[in-house]
């Protein structure tokens, strides 16, 4: 009986990797000597035991017949005759066909250390396409070993494989477990670009091969192609570490994309909807554990909604929370806000821009959790519970949105004023240069607010709504001999609604300094800065 290290553990230390388990085949043996050694039997298709003392894996050596399709169609004759050379010459790559015995030397029938050296991926024999596990094997191997490729041979088999329609036979758990440890490798990338170029991602993975070729609009993605969106997501996830869930999540989050009728590309309106069907389809198919599945429906369903979360009311924000069961499961709230800036970061020179969303989320979460939820509940009648807990998180987010940093700002500019609002949002930066703009005539403190003047105006653009809106002011503080104080602004598109509200001029008390004349285009901006905060600005003649 002679015992040799083989396949993982022989390719991994030749590569310089560190050797986490090491497999052993037992060449002339029988069971009931191993049995006899102490090794305990584990294997069920064929005969494998564990070491007695390092619980190390020890096969007899074995050869194996096909006998049907997929990857359990083989028989298996395992036997004290069987040589070294048989059992090497079933294994899938040559690179994994190396042995070792106990004093260190190699055995290598199928030149597999030429092709480490060479860095290809190339099978042993034609007895590869007999188990179709093995194109995902490679696969995934690509994921992990990033700078090795597939021998040309080798692909060329794996397509025969594929047109044969032996990936057909692949049973989903065996599927989504080979993609599950792809998706956790080094650049998981690489192993849907081998599945993609012998044709097998279209039998198994077509949701995910659909997005190849699909256009997004340019001015968001960089990239164009949804299918290399998708795979700059998952690789990002993996240089950050990202657990399954995340990963699968950044997979299947754009599926939807693939629906979209090509008359309507590069837009794809209302593709979240389409994702979530197919997601979980997807999931059902694949079995895939129930953590990965609700994290890509959430991810698929509101990835859209997180991008644009400073732009959204209190009550969306509140009611996004609680669609992701925010409040209950604030761990998965995480993993959610990880897999939303993965796909925002899976794009050409996205690496290095601020993404403010998931802090500013965090904060709206923390923001509603300390509304006592019991307390409210006993407050109100049974069937209006739930609203009222609602109303009471959309409230507390209202406030905290408001008092966000909303602040304003002058600046000078030859012999005029430059005026500039700060907030959360559009509004509220609108709403702040105007008490800069108050600002420039007096201390906006002075000013009671004992009168509420109501202003409306449209425009074409944010810009020019800005202007029309501080002009529409200083019309009634001309007209009005008023000065205001207190601003609250509703916008819907481009337009604007607006309450004022102040007091007559009182010279000795409010000790005006200047007159506004107009508000002008010059210095005019309206727009996020890289924080997320919205600003307005214009230069005011005075």
């Not at 060479?118 to 990033?146: G, M, N, Q, W, Y």
């Not at 509004?427 to 800069?436: G, I, L, P």
Request: net charge negative.
């Amino acid at each position: 009986m002679k015992t040799y290290v083989v396949g993982g553990a022989v390719r991994d230390r030749l590569l310089g990797l560190q050797v986490s388990d090491r497999d052993h085949v037992v060449v002339g043996a029988t069971p009931d000597e191993m049995l006899a050694a102490g090794f305990r039997p584990v294997g069920k298709d064929f005969p494998v035991f564990l070491h007695p003392h390092t619980h190390e894996e020890y096969a007899l050596a074995r050869t194996e017949r096909k006998s049907g399709r997929g990857y359990k169609g083989f028989v298996v004759h395992a036997a004290p005759e069987v040589t070294l050379e048989e059992d090497l010459a079933r294994r899938d790559l040559t690179i994994n066909a190396i042995a070792e015995d106990e004093s260190g030397t190699l055995i290598d029938p199928y030149d597999g250390q030429a092709d480490l050296a060479a860095k290809t991926f190339r099978h042993v024999s034609e007895a590869f396409a007999e188990d179709p596990v093995r194109i995902l094997r490679v696969a995934r191997f690509a994921a992990r070993f990033t700078e090795f490729t597939v021998a040309p041979e080798t692909n060329a088999l794996m397509r025969r494989m594929v047109d044969s329609g032996e990936v057909d036979a692949l049973v989903a758990e065996r599927v989504w477990q080979e993609i599950a440890r792809g998706l956790m490798e080094t650049q998981p990338s690489r192993m849907f670009a081998v599945l993609r170029d012998c044709g097998a991602l279209a039998r198994m993975l077509p949701e995910v091969d659909r997005l190849f070729g699909v256009p997004q609009p340019p001015e968001h993605h960089p990239e164009v192609d949804t299918g290399i969106h998708v795979m700059l997501v998952i690789d990002w996830a993996a240089r950050q570490g990202a657990n399954l869930a995340v990963r699968f999540a950044a997979l299947t989050h754009d599926l939807g994309k693939g629906e979209t009728s090509p008359e309507l590309w590069p837009r794809h309106h209302g593709h979240e909807g389409a994702s979530v069907r197919l997601v979980r389809a997807l999931s059902e198919r694949l079995r895939a554990p129930a953590e990965c599945r609700e994290l890509a429906v959430a991810v698929a369903r509101d990835h859209g909604n997180v991008h644009r979360a400073l732009e959204l009311r209190p009550r969306t924000i509140v009611e996004l929370l609680e669609r992701v069961d925010a409040f209950r499961r604030p761990e998965r709230f995480e993993h959610f806000l990880e897999a939303c800036e993965c796909d925002f970061r899976g794009r050409p020179g996205y690496a290095d821009k601020t993404y403010p969303p998931p802090q500013y989320l965090r904060q709206a979460l923390h923001t509603a959790q300390q509304i006592d939820a019991a307390a409210v509940a006993r407050s109100v009648e049974s069937v209006r519970i739930r609203e009222a807990i609602l109303a009471a998180r959309v409230e507390a987010v209202n406030r905290w949105r408001r008092s966000r940093a909303s602040r304003w700002e002058q600046f000078s500019h030859e012999a005029d004023i430059g005026v500039r609002g700060i907030g959360p949002d559009l509004a509220a930066a609108f709403e702040q240069v105007a008490v800069a703009m108050t600002a420039v005539i007096t201390d906006p403190a002075r000013v009671a607010t004992e009168t509420c003047v109501e202003i409306r105006c449209d425009a074409a653009d944010d810009e020019l709504l800005l202007v029309d809106w501080l002009n529409a002011l200083i019309y009634e503080m001309a007209v009005r001999h008023m000065l205001f104080g207190r601003f609250e602004v509703h916008l819907d598109r481009r337009r604007l609604y607006a309450k004022a509200w102040g007091e007559a001029v009182d010279a000795p008390r409010h000790q005006p300094v200047v007159e506004i004349k107009g508000a002008t285009y010059t210095g005019l901006k309206v727009g996020r800065d890289e924080t997320g905060q919205w600003q307005a600005q214009c230069i005011v003649d005075v």
